[in-house]
């Protein structure tokens, strides 16, 4: 195999998935750059296959500073980052295009959400935090998911509807997505590339449970279950993450919530 051209020596930050092959490439051809789909090689763009072993954030570049083609440390340079979390493309309730960007300078707490899952109730809390810290710049945002046994199987119409009937939901609830199944939705793969561990309610009751139904993820940094809790900075910056049975009203997720709205460096 030729030497491949490479367009730049920057390292750029992906999340790779174990069990899959990455063909890094600067060719230009391909609208998931830096990757291409490693059709044309013997060509003047020689792509450079990576098989991923394991699921976790590596650097991609064309410095020479690593033996490990086409992988570096990312140390000698600023990683090109990922798009911020406000650009990433998502889509409302109603199936329109929307991005985070509105709620730029607020604190976010986001949340997979399902209508049929024993954390459920879990809804009432979060509605409950949403219009008590509202003021100081605190936004809830649910987002539907149908991979955890298929608890979410609703339209975005029916699950609005629930919503809205059953626990009086004010915040947003958008449109459903994909999580630990394949294709992971961009937000989800943002999150938990900055955010691989989630923080425990303190015992291990949710995840014995899961564990003895055969439902706990394969991955370690998957998602555990339905109502697994990000919290976003006023500028973007994924703070915490926290286990699916931490409760809204939970003094540790709270304590968090309020130091990120404390905090308008």
Known sequence: ???????????????????????????GLSKTQPFCDGSHSGSTFTPVK??????????????????????????????????????IALQDANGQATTL???????????????????????????????????????????????????????????????????????????????????RHDLYRHLIAAQPQAISCGNDNLREKLGKLGLLPKIESDLMWNFEKFLVGRKGQVLARFAPDVAPDDAALLAAIQAALTDHS
Request: hydrophobic residues 40%.
């Open 101 to 183: 960007a509105a709620y730029k300078g607020n604190v976010l707490l986001i949340v997979n959400v399902a209508s049929k899952c024993g954390l459920t109730p879990q809804y009432a809390g979060l509605e409950k935090l949403n219009q008590e810290w509202a003021g100081s710049g605190l936004q809830v945002l649910g987002f539907p998911c149908n991979d955890f046994a298929a608890q979410e199987p609703g339209s975005s119409a029916e699950i609005a509807e629930f919503c809205q009937l059953n626990y009086g939901v004010s915040f947003p609830v958008l449109a459903k997505i994909s999580i630990n199944s394949a294709p």
């Open 50 to 87: 990576y098989s991923a072993t394991e699921s976790k954030p590596v650097y991609f570049c064309g410095c020479k500073a690593s033996a490990k083609q086409p992988l570096c440390d990312g140390s000698h340079r600023n990683p090109v980052a990922a798009p911020a979390i406000y650009d």
């Open 1 to 27: 195999m030729t030497n491949p051209v490479r367009a730049t020596e920057i390292p750029i930050a992906v999340t790779v998935e174990a069990g899959k092959d990455y063909w890094w490439c600067s060719c």
